[in-house]
């Protein structure tokens, strides 16, 4: 007969178990996404965002923050990102190309400045 220390050791075993794993670096940081099961074998999603930082002495370490996903809440969840997404793209032009780790700025925000109009008198 199984003994609640042997349940309780088969669902952590189990728990840390990932079935998938994803990893996405981004600048200073890596997200992870993992796909885990519950004791009862029910998929859900966690979202693991790893920062490297320096202690005083030199050192490193990783800041972790992590979200715990249920399939029951995609939907919802999916929703209020992209929303958040698009609030950021259409209120804050400035876009940041991956491929080229450049800024890009619409070119209205710049204005044409000759050096004959900067004073250089000290």
């Known amino acids: 007969m199984e003994s ?3 349940k309780k050791q088969d669902f952590s075993i189990k728990e840390s178990e990932e079935i998938y794993s ?3 670096r981004a600048g200073k940081r890596t997200y992870f996404f993992d796909v885990k099961a ?6 859900y999603l966690t979202v693991t965002e790893s920062k490297r930082k320096q202690n005083q002495d030199g ?4 800041e972790k923050h992590k979200i715990f996903l249920y399939k029951e809440d995609f939907e919802k969840f999916l929703d209020g990102i992209n929303e958040a997404i698009d609030y950021i793209k259409t209120a ?7 491929a080229e780790n450049q800024l ?7 204005v044409s400045i000759d050096f004959e109009d900067l004073d250089t008198k000290m």
């Open 4 to 6: 609640d220390v042997d």
């Open 92 to 98: 804050n032009p400035i876009i940041i190309k991956p």
């Open 22 to 24: 994803k990893a996405v």
């Open 59 to 62: 050192s490193f370490y990783f």
């Open 38 to 43: 519950t004791k009862f074998n029910e998929l």
């Open 104 to 110: 890009d700025y619409p070119e209205e925000q710049f």
